[in-house]
């Protein structure tokens, strides 16, 4: 059987979670120009959330969604105003080890408060599948495909006519200039950090049905989403995506192409980054940022 | 009858070093001023403490009679001062259309949006043809439109330009100081920066020069034409005293008028 | 007498009781003196990259490669316990110089973000060659001739010694000078004919040695060896916390702070014990507490109490707090 149409849906599906895991960091690293090291814990939280309302109270994961990306979006605000706010201007040593810090943090609360047993989600349609033509589509993978786009799309429409989103966009390419519009830019720069860990907890509230939650899961999908934003370009949305896509492609492909893949296939994402920054820093879509 | 914005005794800087040293200025309702100066001589300065980008170390700006030192830059905003920044600095991604959009952010600016727009549109009929166009791939001459529209966008009560003719051909600097005259005649208050004296004092009441950091010469239009002092400084003659901006940050003995 | 004249001494007693431990310590002191003077070397080098504008969050991409250069070594080629430790050394000098000329002009979260890649890259690459590295489940090491525990103990000692007169020659070297330039401005110390590549490369090479070096005296301490001890972020955070609690940028603080780390472990772990990952909440605490209140570090807060200015890492370029900054333009 041609496995071709298999692994090209399963790319697609892998897309718009990856699209959705990287997209806040695209945010946050645009507009603050801080790349978030505690994203990935972030993201761990969401599961962790989902998981207990779903388990201690039998909240299906799509409606806890909406309640966790407002916690989500009040934790980054807390975060902002209590310590981010206070290394804008510092060197970035101190803004990559303060968030680094945090994230340490956050993942050992977890270990403390969860053990590191594993746990998953398990929400009717997380199992049942349905078979089209020659693929196989798992309702879970499905609907978290399909949550992850309307989230992504619904940012999308924010920074593009909201008022507010297209203040975002002004400060995110002329902190001053957007001064002189009236933007208060300090108002910005925490509502994109609170939106930003809003949408990391999202990723994590829609990858909880689909893959095993621990307090490790974060760490290796904040990378995944480092390379997918800087093969893109930093603080690009359009290239993010193009970035989710092509890394989603990369990996699905070479687990099903590949002898062992699936082992390979999670070091992709590493020899992408150290591939992009040799040929194109910038990435696909990226202006030229000074580090 | 107070002054619109008044400037007492400001002292400004980056960092350690001193770029104002002593500036007092004033400026009136429906007044059009210019600031005149060499490089670094502290005009840019001048119109970033005003909008509150840089915060003053000491001395006063008074806008329609209130301190407004230490007012944030985005509150100025929607007191109604508004600046077109040197370099002019438009949203390169933004189309010409959404750039005045955020021009006209501030609450009170959005309720008269469309007011602005139609008049923003109307003095710059340039800009209404490329309203779709990207900021970033417009020439110089219409992106200095489009950074005085959007100032205007912002309903001010005080504009300010930073060099508007900076790096643009002789037509177009004159188009764009044929707006700035329509502008004034509706009665604006206008704070201007400029190096190129002789169009300034075509269109300004007023002028104050500034040299190493401290008011060197003030008087109206005529006044300043016909001083010595501006004329060595900016016509060549003995460029010695005022054109110099190496001393800057260190007391130069200027003699003020 | 100055203080001045007193360090001399005081770091002198330092080495030596460090040198003396492994030959005379009880066991508790054995095991204390090596982990100290592992993470004093990993600390230091550390350091030096930081020193450079070179923020390394891949640090254990070095402790691993050396790791395994070192087991595979004495396992495939029978090499003993020295001529694996020059190979450690050689294979981190390469992987430094390596990752120094892939960044190029890039610093900062660039630079932060290939070290990380290359720590998990490794990781995978050591986990997917099982055939080689004995895979996820890991390689026992089988060497023809075993040291003796007192030898591995007494490099260790010996190899944080040298990381310590290394650090000082080069603080005494024309790096100095280069480092400050390349931190404040590199653009700047271009054009005053430091050129910062050549310095960078050396560092990395120097720095990336020094810790592989450590995975090398290590695997022979453990005797075992598996990507996820190899590679594990354990290592790359304790090596940064270690220089940013005792002092970034100094010549100190990485020696203070591995100390200081390691009885911070320690303590957590007996006081907390019951609580797994008690000990590395409290260091992201530390690194967010440091970053925010403790800029300088102990050896910073030790001068200050002393009336002291604290002397490089004060001169470090602080962005001015003007209201809300743009391209200044003066």
Not at chain 1, 1 to 29: C, E, H, K, R, W
Request: hydrophobic share 55%.
């Amino acid at each position: 059987m041609d496995i071709f149409p298999q692994a090209f849906s399963d790319a697609i599906l892998l897309a718009g979670l990856y699209t959705l895991m990287a997209v806040g960091l695209s945010l946050g690293f645009g507009v603050l120009r801080i790349i978030n090291f505690a994203q990935g814990e972030m993201i761990m939280l969401g599961a962790y959330g989902a998981f207990w309302l779903f388990t201690l109270m039998g909240v299906d994961p799509l409606i806890s969604l909406p309640l966790l990306v407002v916690a989500g979006f009040a934790l980054g605000w807390v975060l902002f105003h209590g310590v981010v706010a206070k290394v804008l201007d510092a060197p970035h040593i101190n803004q990559i080890l303060l968030t680094f810090g945090i994230g340490l943090a956050i993942q050992h609360v977890a270990i403390i408060l969860w053990t590191g047993n594993a746990r998953s989600t398990t929400p009717d349609y997380a199992t049942t599948s349905s078979v089209v033509g020659d693929v196989l589509l798992v309702h879970g993978r499905v609907t978290a495909f399909a949550a992850a786009v309307v989230m992504v799309a619904a940012l999308i429409a924010w920074l593009q006519w909201s008022e507010t989103g297209r203040a975002t966009r002004a400060v995110a390419e002329n902190r001053s200039a957007a001064v002189l519009m009236g933007i208060d830019v300090n108002r910005i720069y925490a509502l994109s950090f609170g939106v930003s860990c809003a949408l990391s907890v999202a990723t994590g509230v829609v990858v909880s049905f689909i893959l095993t939650i621990t307090p490790f899961m974060g760490f290796p999908m904040l990378v995944k989403a480092i390379a997918i934003v800087i093969l893109g370009g930093l603080g690009s949305i359009a290239g993010t995506v193009l970035g989710a896509f092509a890394l989603a492609f990369a990996e699905t492909f070479v687990s099903y192409y590949l002898p062992e893949g699936s082992g390979w296939a999670e070091g992709i994402a590493f020899v992408l980054i150290i591939g992009i920054l040799l040929v194109r820093p910038r990435g696909i879509l990226g202006q030229a940022v000074e580090t | 009858m107070t002054a619109l914005l008044e400037l007492a005794n400001l002292r400004v800087g980056y960092g350690q070093s001193v770029v104002l040293q002593d500036v007092s200025l004033e400026l009136h309702q429906g007044e059009i001023v210019c600031l005149l100066g060499a490089n670094g001589a502290g005009k840019t300065t001048t119109t970033r403490a005003v909008s509150g980008l840089l915060a003053p170390w000491s001395g006063e700006i008074r806008f329609a009679g209130e301190n407004i030192a230490s007012i944030p830059a985005h509150k100025r905003v929607e007191l109604g001062i508004c600046l077109s920044p040197e370099g002019r600095q438009v949203f390169p991604n933004f189309s010409v259309h959404e750039n005045l959009l955020l021009g006209s952010y501030s609450k009170k600016a959005r309720q008269r949006r469309a007011e602005m727009f139609d008049e923003v549109y109307g003095l710059f009929p340039r800009l209404a043809e490329r309203r779709t166009q990207k900021a970033g791939l417009m020439s110089g001459g219409e992106q200095q439109m489009l950074a005085i529209g959007r100032a205007l966008m912002g309903c001010p009560r005080l504009l300010m330009l930073d060099e508007p003719s900076l790096g643009l051909a002789p037509k177009i600097i004159l188009d764009v100081y044929e707006a700035v005259a329509t502008i004034a005649k509706r009665g604006l208050s206008i704070l201007f920066v400029e190096q190129n004296v002789q169009a300034a004092l075509l269109v300004a009441h007023r002028g104050y020069v500034l040299a190493n950091g401290q008011i060197a010469a003030a008087g109206t239009s005529a006044e300043l034409q016909n001083s010595t002092l501006v004329q060595e400084a900016f016509l060549g003659k003995k460029p010695s005293l005022l054109a110099t901006d190496g001393a800057r940050g260190h007391s130069a003995a200027v003699p003020a008028i | 007498m100055s203080t001045r004249s007193l360090a001399i001494p005081v770091w002198a007693v330092c080495a030596l009781v460090l040198l003396l431990v492994p030959a005379y310590g009880s066991p508790t002191f054995v095991d204390l003196a090596f982990r100290t003077a592992s993470l004093i070397v990993l600390a230091i080098s550390w350091n030096l990259m930081a020193s450079a504008g070179l923020i390394s969050l891949g640090h254990s991409a070095f402790f691993g490669l050396g790791g395994y250069v070192g087991i595979l070594s004495a396992n495939l080629l029978g090499a003993p316990f020295w001529l694996s430790l020059v190979g450690a050394v050689i294979a981190g000098t390469l992987l430094g110089s390596g990752l120094a000329l892939i960044t190029g002009r890039m610093r900062g979260i660039y630079f932060a973000i290939t070290t990380l890649a290359a720590s998990e890259g490794l990781r995978v690459i050591a986990v997917m060659l099982p055939d080689l590295t004995g895979g996820a489940k890991g390689a026992y090491l089988k060497a023809a001739t075993f040291p003796g525990v007192l030898a591995i103990n007494l490099a260790m000692s010996l190899v944080a010694v040298a990381a310590c007169i290394i650090a000082w020659m080069v603080s005494r070297s024309r790096f100095h000078y280069a480092f400050r330039a390349m931190r404040a401005n590199e653009a700047a110390s271009q054009m005053l004919g430091i050129f910062p590549l050549k310095y960078r490369t050396a560092i990395m090479a120097l720095s990336g040695g020094m810790a592989s070096l450590v995975g090398g005296v290590e695997v022979w301490h453990g005797g075992y060896l598996d990507p996820a001890v190899a590679f594990d972020l354990h290592i790359t955070i304790t090596s940064q916390i270690a220089p940013i609690l005792g002092g970034i940028y100094t010549l100190s603080g990485p020696i203070l702070g591995a100390i200081a780390t390691v009885f911070l472990g320690d303590a957590t772990r007996i006081a907390l014990g019951h609580l797994q990952g008690a000990s590395l909440l409290v260091f992201g605490l530390v690194l967010v507490f440091c970053v925010l209140y403790l800029p300088q570090g102990i050896q910073g807060g030790l001068l200050r109490m002393l009336g002291k200015r604290p002397s490089e890492a004060a001169a470090e370029p602080k962005l001015s707090p003007t209201v809300a900054t743009g391209a200044a333009k003066p």
